[in-house]
């Protein structure tokens, strides 16, 4: 089945250390996108990639890294300089330009600090 | 920047009672999408709205762009359990991006 796969499902980070989220599709889907999800609010935007080898900050890229080196893959990483990492994380995809098509999304990454 | 806010933030109903979800953008949006995320779960794709006074139908499920295109709604008829979750819409007003608005959360009594 074609479709968005998240992994962990579930994450602990320490003070300090940078985390990894891997997302990998095989929708063929051009545009990929990384999403933060607090409880009681919407989705909003971390990092968007159009193309492979290109990416966009979103409205809160800040404390947050990508790469889009092949167009199945867009990993987030968290780093250490964001310091409320504690959310859900939903990665996305989609055929066509980027936020005129509709979304795909993954089972999202719980992510906690321990 | 864009700011798209979504009434009611929660809504209890009994089964088989209609009902409403209302978004209104700060701008003029170029289209509008909605999503649904069933408690524990990812968002999924409803639909979407390009033009201004468009109005489409899924089964019970009504959506209507208004004739601004900065304003949209979500009616459900006769509400099922299988409706429980919370609804988002999405505006986009350039090339920015998607605004989600912060969903309303479907609570069903039988």
């Known amino acids: 089945d074609g479709g968005i796969t998240q992994s962990p499902k579930y994450l602990f980070r320490k003070e300090g250390q940078n985390v990894t989220l891997s997302c990998e ?16 609010q919407g989705l909003r935007l971390i990092y968007y990639s159009q193309i492979v080898n290109d990416f966009q900050k979103g409205d809160i890229a800040e404390g947050y890294s990508v790469s889009r080196e092949k167009k199945e893959s867009f990993p987030l990483t968290v ?15 989609s055929s066509g330009g980027a936020f005129n098509q509709p979304q795909h999304f993954g089972d999202g990454t719980r992510l906690s600090i321990l | 920047g864009q700011q798209v806010m979504q009434i009611p933030q929660y809504q209890h109903v009994q089964e088989g009672e ?8 700060s701008t003029t949006l170029s289209n509008i999408q909605w999503y649904k995320q069933r408690p524990g779960g990812h968002p999924v794709f409803l639909i979407q709205l390009v033009k201004s006074g ?6 019970r499920l009504t959506f209507q ?16 359990t299988t409706d429980v979750g919370t609804y988002f819409c999405a505006g986009r007003g350039g090339a920015d991006g998607l605004t989600f608005g912060k ?8």
């Open chain 2, 65 to 80: 762009f208004g004739e601004a295109k900065k304003n949209s709604s979500l009616h459900i008829t006769a509400t099922q």
């Open chain 1, 25 to 40: 599709q095989n929708l063929n889907h051009d545009a990929m996108y990384w999403y933060r999800q607090d409880p009681g």
């Open chain 2, 54 to 59: 468009e109005v489409k139908k899924q089964k």
């Open chain 2, 18 to 25: 209609d009902f409403t979800t209302y978004c209104n953008s």
């Open chain 2, 103 to 110: 969903g309303t959360h479907l609570i069903i009594q039988p």
């Open chain 1, 79 to 93: 780093t250490s300089a964001q310091k409320n990492p504690t959310a859900f994380y939903l990665c996305a995809s």
